[in-house]
């Protein structure tokens, strides 16, 4: 597939249902529109635990998130589309809506919900954040 100018579309992934429904949407729209497609994982660097030793916390997140990526992107690529994956490391609206600047996207598509409750209690819907501090168009995903 031809490489747009006309748009990039960010798909923020966490390994959940929703978030791959909404990489399903977001190939489904990047095929029609011939966008190009940015999948991205963020190591969220903010919550501290006590369980384990920060830096095993950390690279078990690593190794996730590019699980996360290497599965999204063969969901993509099985639908023909090429993707840029790329994995940060910060408080994760932060990273996104940077990532979304840098890249000038035209279109973010996030799932619903990604979090169990009692995480989205204390950390706050990423969703929401988004949908309050998105530098682009905001497709959220139920």
């Known amino acids: 597939m031809r490489k747009s100018l006309y748009m990039n579309i960010l798909v923020p992934l966490d390994g959940s249902d929703n978030s791959q429904k909404a990489l399903i949407q977001a190939c489904d729209l990047a095929r029609v529109y011939q966008s190009n497609l940015i999948?991205?994982?963020?190591v969220d660097k903010s919550p501290s635990?006590?369980?384990l030793d920060k830096k095993e916390y950390l690279?078990?997140?690593?190794?996730?998130?590019n699980r996360?990526?290497?599965k999204g992107k063969k969901t993509a690529n099985d639908k023909g589309l090429d993707v840029t994956t790329i994995i940060k490391e910060g408080n994760i609206t932060n990273e996104i809506v940077k990532l979304?600047?840098?890249?000038?996207c035209n279109l973010m598509i996030v799932g619903s919900k990604?979090?169990?409750a009692t995480a989205r209690f204390f950390l706050g819907s990423v969703s929401n954040k988004l949908a309050n501090n998105s530098p682009c168009?905001?497709?959220?995903?139920?």
């Open 100 to 104: 979304a600047k840098n890249k000038k």
């Open 49 to 51: 635990l006590n369980l």
């Open 137 to 142: 168009s905001l497709l959220i995903v139920k």
């Open 59 to 65: 690279e078990i997140l690593r190794k996730f998130g």
């Open 114 to 116: 990604g979090l169990g």
């Open 39 to 42: 999948l991205v994982y963020v």
């Open 68 to 70: 996360v990526l290497l």
